[in-house]
């Protein structure tokens, strides 16, 4: 069972940052990866994505400039960040990272059978 874990999350002021990291516990992914996350009004909403080489990402429109995704392979295990600047307070939400059963998930999660169990971000003065 393919287990992922992030971490990173908590409590920062408008206009600071965050970095999310997500580890795939055990082994290597040749997967694509993507981040998610659920507001406070329970919707679903694509953060980023890249893919299984490292070479190529997609953000949403309202991260664009601010977000940034990359990945690792060390020890064994994978790793994929999300680093986080000039955060907003509708940046609010719980942060999930995926991986997808393709070298490119894309956009919509729905080719992203493996998630995490989430990391809350709030942004708030």
């Known amino acids: 069972q393919v287990q992922l874990v992030e971490s990173g999350g908590g409590l920062v002021q408008p206009g600071g940052s965050l970095r999310l990291s997500c580890t795939i516990s055990g082994r290597t992914s040749g997967y694509g990866m993507g981040w998610f996350r659920r507001t406070p009004r329970n919707k679903r909403q694509f953060v980023g994505a890249?893919?299984?080489?490292?070479?190529?990402?997609?953000?949403a429109d309202s991260v664009k400039g601010r977000f940034t995704i990359s990945r690792d392979n060390a020890n064994g295990e994978s790793t994929v960040y999300l680093q986080m600047n000039k955060l907003k307070p509708e940046d609010t939400a719980v942060y999930f990272c995926?991986?997808?059963?393709?070298?490119?998930?894309?956009?919509?999660?729905?080719?992203?059978?493996?998630w995490g169990q989430g990391t809350q971000v709030t942004v708030s003065s």
């Open positions: 995926a991986e997808s059963s393709l070298s490119w998930g894309g956009t919509s999660g729905a080719l992203y059978p493996s």
């Open positions: 890249i893919n299984r080489g490292g070479d190529y990402v997609e953000y």
